[in-house]
């Protein structure tokens, strides 16, 4: 074959290959894309609505994963309409008759685990708290547990307070 037709040949080669010069360049591993593509935000569980016992008092709890800018990551547990019955009507947590509350559990995610605890004096219908963690802060499904437990607003017997028991949670957190 003549030199001229081995050069005509090869010319588209050596074209695609200088187009695609982006070939021989390492991308970011899938992990991390995911770790520094977390958008800032709020990704939660369902809300849960509880009763105490007696059904005297009342909460509806939300578990959340919250991520900032900079990456830093922590569970927000919040309550809503967190209120109770007094005659013939409801009332909402007020500072005269506040609502103590406790929320403890885990966060799970690709074999870390990290617990959380967090407490709240609340004198109004809806609040949160929150607590850093660690083991959730990229994208991705996590496992959260929660326990919540609230005394009062009003009624403060201990027979009165809301208890969830454990509750399991998926929450997916978007790339």
Not at 27 to 39: D, N, Q
Request: glycine residues 10%; charged residues 15%.
């Amino acid at each position: 074959m003549a030199r001229s037709a081995i050069r005509r040949l090869w010319n588209p080669v050596i074209a695609v290959l200088a187009l695609s010069g982006s070939l021989f360049v390492t991308t970011a591993t899938a992990a991390e894309h995911r770790a520094a593509a977390v958008p800032p935000g709020d990704y939660c569980g369902p809300q849960e609505g509880f009763y105490g016992g007696g059904q005297y008092t009342y909460a509806e709890v939300r578990v959340c994963l919250h991520f900032e800018d900079g990456g830093s990551s922590e569970v927000r547990v919040s309550t809503h309409n967190n209120s109770y019955y007094w005659g013939s009507s409801w009332y909402n947590a007020s500072a005269n008759y506040p609502a103590y509350w406790r929320a403890e559990g885990a966060v799970s995610k690709g074999g870390q685990t990290a617990d959380y605890s967090v407490s709240h004096r609340q004198e109004s219908r809806d609040g949160w708290a929150g607590a850093a963690q660690s083991a959730a802060r990229e994208c991705g499904a996590a496992t959260v547990t929660l326990n919540f437990h609230q005394n009062g607003p009003y009624w403060t017997g201990s027979d009165n307070d809301i208890d969830s028991g454990e509750r399991t949670y998926q929450i997916d957190v978007p790339c």
